[in-house]
Structures are given as C-alpha cells and as structure tokens.
C-alpha cells in the first residue's frame, strides 16, 4: 500500500504563489508515475499536472507557464509550484499515485484564492 499526504494548501491573494507537497510513505516501489489533480465546488476532479514516460511532464492548458510540478525522488516527495494565482484556481487538490495494479489518493488540501 501507498499513503500520500499533502500539505502547503491555503489562503492566498490573487497574483500570489503557492507550493504544494506530497509525501508518499509506504510501498513507494509501487508507485510508477504522479500527478496533482484539483476539484473546486459542484466541479468534477480534473488533472492539473503529472509526471508521464520518461519523467517529462504535462500540464493542464489552464496552467501552463504557471504551475510546475518539481519532484524529489530521493525524499518520495512530489510538489505544486503555483504561480499567479486567481480565485478559479480555487480548489481542493489531490495528489495521485499511479502503481501497476491501483492507484492512490491523499486526503487533499484546500487552496483558496481570494482578495
């Protein structure tokens, strides 16, 4: 089994940034690619950022050139760097591994974008 935890979530003003982590704990072997999904109210859960083949990375259209996703794989931490922030990047986000058999989900954690 793989447990994922993020942290990092929060109030922030428009234009601000924001970085988000994911610690992975348990089997990591299994662990095979990640990503970062978010989920705003009455919106289905969308991918926003992840790790493909190759260790390349893709990113939702809505945040290219402002959100990165940098990893540690020596500490099985992901990350969410969040640039120029709006209130519709209002969310809960969620980290997800992808293992050969299951995926995993953390808890989430709530980033709100408000003056």
């Known amino acids: 089994q793989v447990q994922l935890m993020e942290s990092g979530g929060g109030l922030v003003q428009p234009g601000g940034s924001l970085r988000l982590s994911c610690a992975a704990s348990?089997?990591?072997?299994?662990?095979?690619?990640m990503a970062w999904y978010r989920q705003a109210p009455g919106k289905e859960r969308d991918k926003v950022a992840g790790?493909?083949?190759?260790?390349?990375?893709d990113y939702a259209d809505s945040v290219k050139g402002l959100f990165t996703i940098p990893r540690d794989i020596a500490e099985d931490r992901l990350y969410l760097q969040m640039n120029s922030l709006e209130p519709e990047d209002t969310a809960v986000y969620y980290c997800?591994?992808?293992?050969?058999?299951?995926?995993?989900w953390g808890q989430g954690t709530q980033v709100t974008v408000s003056s």
């Open positions: 790790i493909i083949s190759g260790g390349r990375r």
């Open positions: 997800y591994a992808r293992g050969r058999v299951y995926g995993y």
């Open positions: 348990g089997d990591t072997v299994l662990i095979i690619n």
